[in-house]
């Protein structure tokens, strides 16, 4: 009988350390990256043109820069269906799985209508082979003072934009895309 009292004892010991064990933790975020993929917008137009789209790769993420000759901070970014060109609405034909519309609220012309950015190839704008997010850079158009650029995104990830004064009289327009969530 004693030996049944102690079993019985350390049986319900044991349910109850089952019971109220700790959760798991939480895991941290990836690379401490807390962005999310809702819009994002930010700042008024200005009349500096555009002169480039870079990108580059990042252990956390795939970064993508847009070159400005003159103060420029007006921008709206954001995942959509499909991007279309201003001023035809065709659309922009990407790879990738999801796709992300960059408005920025500059020109890629100047005061006297030459263009400032012209690629070499406007489906293409930066090779993104062995790029872990991004897929595909294409320009969609610039109108009526808003240049629209076309992000192909391997998925719906979370993403980030920011303005970077300098050097000079320049700004850069910044997105990076996460790799992972």
């Given at each position: 009988?004693?030996?049944i009292?102690?079993?019985?004892?350390?049986v319900?010991?044991?349910?109850?350390?089952?019971?109220?064990?700790?959760?798991?933790?939480?895991?941290?975020?990836?690379?401490?990256?807390?962005?999310?993929?809702?819009?994002k917008?930010?700042?008024?137009?200005?009349?500096?043109?555009?002169?480039?789209?870079?990108?580059?790769?990042h252990?956390?993420?795939?970064?993508?820069?847009?070159?400005?000759?003159?103060?420029?901070?007006?921008?709206?970014?954001?995942?959509?269906?499909?991007?279309?060109?201003?001023?035809?609405?065709?659309?922009?034909?990407?790879?990738?799985?999801?796709?992300?519309?960059?408005?920025?609220?500059?020109?890629?012309y100047?005061?006297a209508?030459?263009?400032?950015y012209v690629?070499?190839?406007?489906?293409?704008?930066?090779?993104?082979?062995?790029?872990?997010?991004?897929?595909?850079?294409?320009?969609?158009?610039?109108?009526?003072?808003?240049?629209t650029?076309?992000?192909?995104?391997?998925?719906?990830?979370?993403?980030?934009v920011?303005?970077?004064?300098?050097?000079?009289?320049?700004?850069?327009?910044?997105i990076d895309?996460?790799?992972?969530?």
């Open positions: 009988m004693k030996y009292k102690a079993w019985l004892a350390v319900g010991l044991l349910a109850a350390f089952i019971m109220i064990a700790p959760a798991p933790a939480q895991a941290a975020p990836y690379c401490g990256i807390t962005w999310g993929s809702l819009a917008t930010a700042g008024t137009s200005s009349s500096a043109a555009i002169s480039d789209v870079r990108a580059g790769q252990p956390c993420f795939d970064r993508m820069v847009i070159d400005v000759n003159g103060h420029a901070n007006g921008y709206a970014v954001s995942y959509v269906s499909a991007v279309t060109r201003p001023g035809s609405g065709d659309i922009v034909p990407l790879r990738g799985g999801a796709y992300l519309k960059v408005t920025v609220l500059a020109p890629a100047t005061a209508g030459a263009s400032s690629p070499a190839n406007r489906n293409e704008l930066v090779n993104t082979a062995g790029y872990s997010t991004l897929q595909q850079l294409a320009f969609a158009g610039s109108f009526e003072g808003r240049t650029l076309a992000v192909g995104v391997r998925a719906r990830l979370p993403f980030n920011f303005v970077l004064d300098g050097p000079g009289a320049t700004s850069r327009i910044v895309v996460a790799h992972r969530w």
